[in-house]
T-cell receptor, first 112, second 110 residues
Framework: EAQVTQNPRYLITVTGKKLTVTCSQN?????MSWYRQDPGLGLRQIYY???????DKGDVPEGYKVSRKEKRNFPLILESPSPNQTSLYFC???????????FGEGSWLTVV | EDQVTQSPEALRLQEGESSSLNCSYT??????LFWYRQDPGKGPEFLFT???AGEEKEKERLKATLTKKESFLHITAPKPEDSATYLC???????????FGRGTSLIVHP
């Protein structure tokens, strides 16, 4: 079954404590990306990757890091989380140009 | 700046009552317009990609159309299971960063 898997699904953490949200896809997709979804603001892209070792900033990259060492994995790293990073995060993947995108189930992150 | 405006914000229909959702956009060189469905607590589910004005795509009770300024998602004889938030997004030419609208929340009553 085609899947984009994110972990953890739910996390409450404290300001400044580094955390990583993992993302893995089993569809051999070149394109992967991270989004955050906030009430009233919609989905906004954080970072994307077109292939291994190729990453680029999206609309809201500040405070986040990513890496793409393997094709199937695209972790999102918050080096020093702050309360304004409390949000619902989605990982997504797509083939080729990324015009057909499959989203994960989402990760609810609360920073206190 | 690319913009996507979806209307209405919320729509309530009776089962079988057909209607349309609107997505108005401004973008620099449209690379693709996307429709997604999102159920509460779930990730968006891909529905359609449209590339050029005049294009239409259908899937079950849904039909998406595209003009140079807007897209419509027509829902024919909706059922309660069509209840969800429908998201529209555009991707500008030369960019892999899509701009999403805020969505239309659809509720279909039995």
């Amino acid at each position: 079954e085609a899947q984009v898997t994110q972990n953890p699904r739910y996390l409450i953490t404290v300001t400044g404590k580094k955390l990583t949200v993992t993302c893995s896809q089993n569809m051999n997709h070149e394109y992967m990306s991270w989004y955050r979804q906030d009430p009233g603001l919609g989905l906004r892209q954080i970072y994307y990757s077109m292939n291994v070792e190729v990453t680029d900033k999206g609309d809201v990259p500040e405070g986040y890091k990513v890496s793409r060492k393997e094709k199937r994995n695209f972790p999102l790293i918050l080096e020093s989380p702050s309360p304004n990073q409390t949000s619902l995060y989605f990982c997504a993947s797509g083939s080729g140009s990324g015009n057909t995108i499959y989203f994960g189930e989402g990760s609810w992150l609360t920073v206190v | 700046e690319d913009q996507v405006t979806q209307s209405p914000e919320a729509l309530r229909l009776q089962e079988g009552e057909s209607s349309s959702l609107n997505c108005s956009y401004t973008v620099s060189g449209l690379r693709g317009l996307f429709w997604y469905r999102q159920d509460p607590g779930k990730g968006p589910e891909f529905l359609f990609t449209l590339y050029s004005a005049g294009e239409e795509k259908e899937k079950e009770r849904l039909k998406a159309t595209l003009t140079k300024k807007e897209s419509f998602l027509h829902i024919t004889a909706p059922k309660p299971e069509d209840s969800a938030t429908y998201l529209c997004a555009v991707r500008p030419g030369g960019s892999y960063i899509p701009t999403f609208g805020r969505g239309t929340s659809l509720i279909v009553h039995p």
